[in-house]
Nanobody
Framework: QVQLQESGPGLVKPSQVLSLTCTVS??????????WSWIRQPPGKGLEWMGA???????YYSPSLKSRTSISRDTSKNQFTLQLSSVTPEDTAVYYC??????????WGKGTLVTVSS
């Protein structure tokens, strides 16, 4: 059973970098054809896909967030990481990591609330 767990600070100050890590267990992030994504949900709003890192290490980003987003991985730890720069209160959201084959996200973390506030 593949399980994902988000970790990172729950409070970030405006203009700083939001950094979250997703630890994957029960499966490898290098499994062929799997993509590992970050998704967020601001309070009272819908889900927003932010970007993904593929089994190959290639990265893909939402056009609206591309200039502020970076996704990387540590295969030795079976983790992938999100960095979102220049955050504002509008970046307050529950952040999820998820993984699966193209067209689907079969596995999800429970989500972690990140609040951007001074």
């Amino acid at each position: 059973q593949v399980q994902l767990q988000e970790s990172g600070p729950g409070l970030v100050k405006p203009s700083q970098v939001l950094s979250l890590t997703c630890t994957v267990s029960g499966g490898s992030i290098r499994t062929n054809y799997y993509y590992w994504s970050w998704i967020r949900q601001p309070p009272g709003k819908g889900l927003e896909w932010m970007g993904a890192i593929a089994y190959s290490g290639s990265t893909y980003y939402s056009p609206s967030l591309k200039s502020r987003t970076s996704i990387s991985r540590d295969t030795s730890k079976n983790q992938f990481t999100l960095q979102l720069s220049s955050v504002t209160p509008e970046d307050t959201a529950v952040y999820y990591c998820a993984g699966g084959l193209p067209g689907g996200m079969d596995y999800w973390g429970k989500g972690t609330l990140v609040t951007v506030s001074s």
